[in-house]
């Protein structure tokens, strides 16, 4: 990462490629035990937040990624009650999650307590079903709280991890995934952001070779538009227990899902197919 001339520029690691977003003003620093957080405010996006210099949510288009990582998965279970959100610390997806009122109980567990600490000042309206009863913000290891779950505890899981790199990179490994599976219930939903189908394709391939050797029967990687996010387009991929039913309809309000993004979107390119056989 980079500041110049008022200019936030994040590199595209090996690409050759970068972001910039103007910047009018930085308003928060701070390093945490895990890592640096920092929140400036820029002239077209809203506010940014960056962990260890890379992007992690803007104002401006922080919705496509937390609806396409919370509704496909809820709306794929026939009847959700619990959900566990590994990561999340922005808690975008918390909120979209409770959107639905068949879900009962939501633990989010975040490791690096500062996220949702600074969101929830400088992101409020990602933060605004924090205090929801059915809400549970649990600051812990996410590996380990998933290891020490009983089996059958949630209906999905939603893995909202940053790059797998340091501490979450055990969350895109075969022995994570297969600890998801046990603690999933017989309809059980995992899904995973899986990166960009244009830079990690072999990431994705690995990621769903973990998910099938775990024992999940299904796989479908769905695809969108992020435009902040490394080559502007990224991917979640979802594993099922059993098969991947038709989406229920969405009756919650959404600004990018809907039950035909989430038939489209699961549509890969000739490309990405050839590379994930």
């Known amino acids: 990462m980079t500041l110049d001339k008022n200019w936030y520029t994040e590199k595209w690691q090996g690409q050759g490629a970068a972001i910039s977003l103007r910047v009018t003003d930085k308003i928060h620093d701070e390093q945490t035990d895990y890592q640096r957080i920092e929140i400036y405010e820029t002239e077209s996006f809203g506010r940014l937040m960056t962990l260890d210099g890379l992007v992690m949510v803007t104002d401006r ?9 919370t509704h496909p998965a809820i709306l794929t279970h026939p009847s959700p009650k619990k959900v566990l959100i590994i990561g999340g610390g922005d808690c975008g997806a918390l909120k979209e999650v409770l959107k639905h009122k068949n879900v ?7 490791l690096d307590e500062g996220v949702t600490r600074t969101s929830e000042k400088y992101f409020p309206d990602l933060c605004s079903s924090n205090k929801d009863p059915r809400a549970r913000l649990i600051f812990d290891d996410g590996i380990k709280w998933v290891q020490q ?16 790199v340091g501490p ?36 994705i391939k690995s990621i769903r070779q973990n998910m099938n050797n775990a024992r999940f029967q299904a796989l479908a990687t769905l695809l969108f538009p992020q435009c902040t996010y490394p080559s502007g387009w990224w991917s979640a991929t979802l594993a099922s227990k059993g098969y991947i039913n ?32």
């Not at 009962?104 to 975040?110: C, G, K, L, P, R």
């Open 104 to 110: 009962v109980q939501a633990d989010q567990v975040e």
């Open 168 to 203: 979450a990179a055990g969350l895109f490994e075969h022995e994570f995934y297969r600890a998801c599976y046990d603690t999933l219930t017989n309809d059980g939903i995992l899904i995973a952001q899986s990166e960009s189908p244009l830079f990690h394709d072999a990431l």
């Open 61 to 69: 288009d922080n919705f496509i990624y937390h609806e396409m990582m």
């Open 246 to 277: 038709k989406p229920r309809t969405c009756d919650v309000e959404t600004r990018y899902y809907s039950s035909d993004i989430h038939v489209s979107a699961q549509i890969l390119p000739p490309f990405l197919r050839q590379k994930l056989k």
């Open 149 to 164: 779950s009983k089996a059958s505890s949630y209906d999905v899981i939603i893995i909202d991890s940053t790059d797998p």
